[in-house]
């Protein structure tokens, strides 16, 4: 796996610095947003997404310096998703899928080592991310009368932890699609429509739906659980996802013919 | 530099047994078997479709058979993890990711194959690339990335090499230079087989030919032996090209098959060129080229191949 991992290292340099970049400046605009917004009088900004608390109530908890990072926590999601399901598609559509399976014929192995390869882009995004947050949230909470004695070293970084891992968790299900669909924009735009939309739309007819599918236990688990979900419920059943998604995707992988 | 191989084994390279390969109610490849020996240039040859891609595919444990079995190097196909170690392959068009320079790219395969860096300088001097290394792949030209190609394939210094249309979108020079490279491949004792669907490109470079129609074997021998199958042909043609399709209606009636070549038409079935003067004239045609010939290599292959 490490030749495999050394590999994809040294083709991965443009794909990090998108996701650096994408993920970067959207969380540095959350955050200016979040903290701009704040009026601690009447509660703040608006809600960030289903079933969130406000911009106030956020950036105040003991996490609330990287507050910009909770509440872009979706987006950054997303692109992982969209990144990784890029470069797994990518080798597909360009055909160099040949040549990198008759230089390493071991599928999976080939796969994990690019997987991992991929998780560290998406980790280095995502913590240059939780970076940016942090800078400007102490940056911007001296204009915004945010209490900040209640932040906590400790609580910021299980925070950022765990929208790493959801992160890697997007990116786990952005692979799996990819290497069903073999084309980049196939499998982009139907993680987007599935995790944005698709599961809005369930809750209309399934008020539950967040409370067990992905896309919902996913935000519960980067938000350390919620009064519906404890953390330990969200942790176990994005461990049956993930679970379901890695054997998917290695069956699909490992058997199917390349005809690209 | 590329070292010859010591030590060649006897056996063949290649073992094919019966391989079919189906997509769907599509057949591909149909009962193929064949054996390709060790040392020396084998040529796939066929027109675009015959199977010879589904054919490398399979070989390589890209695409799995439906039936059939291989060996490659002695191990089963099924197995390519025992046997890639030492085989080398272009696989249709050399294809590499386009913003990295060649150089990178060679260099991340090299890593996934486990070779050292070093090999990389070496396969882009055979190749003729030193000096371009540092180009993207996406601004090579066709030849360019043929050759780009190849050297990714001479990256693990391999014992047998498989190059499907190596040859595809070079100008003369470049195919001349191909040619050259792979015979000198074969020379070293490697084991090549090559697939082309124009004898012409590689006619030069192969001992062997393997050829292919619809996915099944309709020739396999020493290039020489395919001279065997080559016909007689009578070539006729008009005085006045206007009459050319008189002729053939008058060939037609009077039971001789023939077949259009330029302005002129062809008969290879058996007939006596005094003969056929005789029927052309009987209808008033005259004629102003009347002769026969011995078909050559391509005349025969392209008749093989209903090309």
């Not at chain 1, 998406?122 to 949230?137: C, Q």
């Not at chain 2, 073992?15 to 040392?39: A, E, H, N, Q």
């Not at chain 2, 054919?55 to 444990?61: K, P, Q």
């Not at chain 2, 090999?119 to 043929?146: C, N, W």
Request: charged share 15%.
């Amino acid at each position: 796996m490490s030749n495999s991992l050394r590999s994809e290292l040294l083709r991965f340099g443009p794909t990090a610095r998108t996701g650096t970049i994408a993920m970067s400046a959207l969380i540095a605009l959350v955050t200016v947003f979040a903290f701009t917004g704040v009026d601690p009088s009447d509660g703040g900004g608006g809600p960030p997404g289903r079933g969130a608390p406000d911009a106030g109530t956020l950036l105040a908890n003991a996490d609330g310096v990287i507050g910009g990072l909770v509440f872009g926590s979706s987006m950054i999601g997303i692109i992982a998703l969209a990144l990784v399901a890029l470069s797994v598609a990518r080798d597909f559509e360009l055909g160099t899928i040949r040549v990198l399976l008759v230089n390493q014929p071991k599928r999976l192995v080939f796969f994990a080592g690019k997987l991992a390869a991929l998780a560290a882009v998406v980790v280095a995004a995502v913590t240059a991310a939780a970076v940016v947050a942090a800078v400007l949230g102490m940056s911007l909470s001296g204009t915004s009368d945010i209490d900040t004695t209640t932040w906590s070293a400790s609580d910021t970084l299980a925070t950022y932890a765990n929208i790493a891992i959801g992160a890697l968790l997007w990116g786990l299900f952005g692979a799996t699609i990819a290497v069903i669909a073999r084309s980049a924009s196939a499998a982009i735009t139907a993680g987007v429509a599935y995790f944005l939309v698709g599961e809005n739309l369930l809750t209309l007819v399934w008020d539950d739906a967040g409370n067990w599918l992905p896309a919902g236990i996913l935000d519960t688990f980067m938000s350390g659980g919620s009064s519906d979900v404890t953390y330990l419920t969200a942790v176990a059943l994005l461990a049956a996802y993930a679970i379901v998604a890695a054997a998917a995707l290695s069956v699909v992988f490992a058997r199917r013919d390349i005809t690209d | 530099m590329l070292e010859p191989m010591p030590n060649a084994s006897t056996s063949p390279a290649i073992m094919i047994s019966g391989l079919t390969k189906r997509f769907g109610s599509f057949t591909s490849v149909d009962d193929l078997t064949v054996d390709i020996p060790t040392g020396g240039v084998v040529g796939l040859l066929g027109p675009n479709g015959a199977g010879k891609s589904t054919t490398i595919r399979m070989l390589l444990g890209l695409i799995r058979p439906t039936t059939g079995s291989a060996t490659v190097l002695g191990h089963p196909i099924t197995n390519p993890e025992a046997f890639l170690p030492r085989v080398g392959a272009l696989i249709e068009a050399p294809t590499m990711y386009p913003k990295l320079s060649a150089e990178r790219n060679l260099r991340s395969l090299a890593r996934l194959a486990g070779v050292s860096d070093g090999r990389v300088a070496e396969v882009l001097h055979i190749v003729g690339l030193t000096g371009r290394e540092q180009d993207p792949f996406g601004d090579y030209s066709l030849g360019m990335k043929q050759r780009l190609g190849i050297a990714a394939a001479l990256l693990r210094d391999p014992e047998l090499l498989i190059l499907d249309e190596p040859t595809n979108g070079l100008d003369p020079a470049g195919i001349v230079e191909i040619r050259d490279l792979l015979i000198d491949l074969g020379r070293q004792g490697r084991t090549v087989l090559v697939s082309s669907h124009l004898l012409a490109e590689i006619q030069a470079a192969c001992d062997r030919l393997v050829i292919i129609q619809r996915g099944r074997l309709i020739f396999e021998g020493p290039i020489g032996q395919l001279l065997t199958h080559a016909n007689d042909a009578i070539y006729l043609a008009p005085e006045r090209t206007a009459d050319l399709r008189r002729l053939g209606d008058t060939l037609t009636a009077a039971g001789v098959t023939s077949a259009p070549a330029g302005d002129r038409l062809v008969v290879t079935s058996d007939h006596e060129p005094a003969d056929l003067n005789r029927i052309a004239a009987g209808d008033g045609v005259v004629l102003r080229e009347l002769h026969r010939e011995r078909e050559d290599l391509e005349d025969v292959f392209l008749r093989l191949t209903n090309t």
